[in-house]
């Protein structure tokens, strides 16, 4: 079973690839990861102090996970049981003991979280586009165009701007 957050919209093939691959080699729970690389400090007690972590061994841990559907719904009865916090899936199998298998995963998949992370992921996806699908063009409130992508267009059967055709019909 593949868990996935909706917030990571660029996920490679080859990462699904690992993780099924690593299920069904045996994991009851599989996580892609990739190597932090970013430098990472732990705020101290004391304000304004923080200590430097080794990150040679860290991992940021990404989507989709892989489970054995019993584990899974093992370890959700005991986390809920228990009242113990996890952010993740993979955390309520180490909770009941499960080892949790590390596969490649990709900085493609990246995570939108925040606004900035949006205005990547936009670039990202228009950069990817075939040139055959250039971006649709839609008017803006001074009647100009403007390069940005609209789900409704009355060049591809939408909604005209003021209203005379909708769905590829003419309302006139």
Same mark, same amino acid.
């Given at each position: 079973?593949?868990?996935?957050?909706?917030?990571?919209?660029?996920?490679? +093939? /080859?990462? %699904? &690839?690992?993780?099924?691959?690593?299920?069904?080699?045996?994991?009851?729970?599989?996580?892609?990861?990739?190597?932090?690389? @970013?430098?990472?400090?732990?705020?101290?007690?004391?304000?304004?102090? +923080?200590? %430097?972590?080794? =990150?040679?061994?860290? =991992?940021?841990?990404?989507?989709?996970?892989?489970?054995?559907?019993?584990?899974?719904?093992? &370890?959700?009865?005991? %986390?809920? *049981?228990? #009242?113990?916090?996890? /952010?993740?899936?993979?955390?309520?199998?180490? +909770?009941?003991?499960?080892?949790?298998?590390?596969?490649? #995963?990709? =900085?493609? *998949?990246?995570?939108?979280?925040?606004?900035?992370?949006?205005?990547?992921?936009?670039? %990202?996806?228009?950069? =990817?586009?075939?040139? +055959?699908?250039?971006?649709?063009?839609?008017?803006? /409130?001074?009647? $100009?165009?403007?390069?940005?992508?609209?789900?409704?267009?009355? *060049?591809?059967?939408?909604? *005209?701007? @003021?209203? $005379?055709?909708?769905?590829?019909?003419?309302?006139?």
């Amino acid at each position: 079973m593949l868990v996935h957050d909706a917030a990571r919209p660029f996920v490679p +093939a /080859t990462v %699904v &690839a690992a993780v099924l691959a690593a299920l069904r080699d045996g994991a009851t729970a599989v996580i892609p990861a990739v190597p932090v690389i @970013d430098t990472i400090r732990v705020a101290d007690p004391v304000p304004g102090e +923080a200590t %430097v972590v080794d =990150r040679s061994r860290l =991992r940021a841990v990404q989507t989709p996970q892989g489970f054995d559907l019993a584990t899974l719904v093992r &370890a959700h009865h005991h %986390v809920r *049981s228990v #009242g113990l916090a996890v /952010t993740d899936d993979a955390m309520a199998c180490e +909770a009941i003991g499960e080892r949790v298998v590390l596969v490649d #995963g990709s =900085r493609d *998949s990246l995570k939108v979280t925040e606004p900035f992370d949006l205005l990547v992921a936009e670039a %990202v996806w228009r950069g =990817r586009r075939p040139a +055959a699908d250039p971006p649709a063009a839609h008017p803006s /409130t001074d009647g $100009t165009s403007t390069d940005d992508t609209s789900a409704i267009h009355p *060049s591809d059967g939408g909604a *005209s701007t @003021d209203g $005379t055709q909708m769905m590829g019909r003419t309302s006139r």
